[in-house]
């Protein structure tokens, strides 16, 4: 089984939409048995608030249901738990990697690094564009799983 966190600041907007872009591919490709997806945060402030309602509602607008999703905070166990730690920008990153004490097994990754274009998931938090959000996190979510299969 492949285990893959993805990692935001609040784990709101970013990561969710990351954690069920990801499910919806695998689902559609008949390997959810093969998965377990999740999301976090790095920040505290958003810990059991559910997925912010634009961005539930883009993932709506694709089909996709996030119902029952809250915010949770990532932990140290978390580097153990999971085969891949996926961050959405820099920042999160460097969150990462002092909430779990480095990253010793090279487990911790940019979004972006598995799309054409690396770089930081554009945050809707701040730009309100959740349309450049989805593009960034279905880019890279479909850059990573073909990656997996490919290995």
């Given at each position: 089984?492949?285990?893959?966190?993805?990692?935001?600041?609040?784990?709101?907007?970013?990561?969710?939409?990351?954690e069920?872009?990801?499910?919806?591919?695998?689902?559609?490709?008949?390997?959810?048995?093969?998965?377990?997806?999740?999301?976090?945060?790095?920040?505290?402030?958003?810990?059991?608030?559910?997925?912010?309602?634009?961005?539930?509602?883009?993932?709506?607008?694709?089909?996709?249901?996030?119902?029952?999703?809250?915010?949770?905070?990532?932990?140290?166990?978390?580097?153990?738990?999971?085969?891949?730690?996926?961050?959405?920008?820099?920042?999160?990153?460097?969150?990462?990697?002092?909430?779990?004490?480095?990253?010793p097994?090279?487990?911790?990754?940019?979004?972006?690094?598995?799309?054409?274009?690396?770089?930081?998931?554009?945050?809707?938090?701040?730009t309100?564009?959740?349309?450049?959000?989805?593009?960034?996190?279905?880019?890279?979510?479909?850059?990573?799983?073909?990656?997996?299969?490919?290995?």
């Amino acid at each position: 089984m492949i285990k893959i966190l993805f990692v935001c600041h609040g784990n709101i907007c970013r990561s969710p939409m990351a954690e069920f872009v990801m499910k919806d591919l695998v689902e559609k490709a008949g390997l959810s048995a093969q998965f377990n997806i999740a999301s976090a945060a790095t920040s505290r402030e958003e810990l059991g608030n559910p997925v912010y309602p634009p961005a539930r509602r883009k993932l709506a607008e694709h089909g996709i249901d996030c119902s029952g999703k809250t915010a949770r905070q990532l932990k140290s166990d978390d580097y153990a738990a999971y085969d891949l730690l996926i961050g959405m920008d820099s920042a999160n990153i460097r969150n990462m990697n002092r909430i779990c004490g480095g990253d010793p097994d090279g487990k911790i990754h940019l979004m972006l690094e598995y799309a054409d274009r690396p770089g930081d998931v554009a945050d809707p938090w701040y730009t309100r564009d959740f349309e450049a959000t989805w593009r960034d996190v279905e880019e890279g979510c479909q850059g990573l799983l073909k990656e997996l299969l490919d290995s």
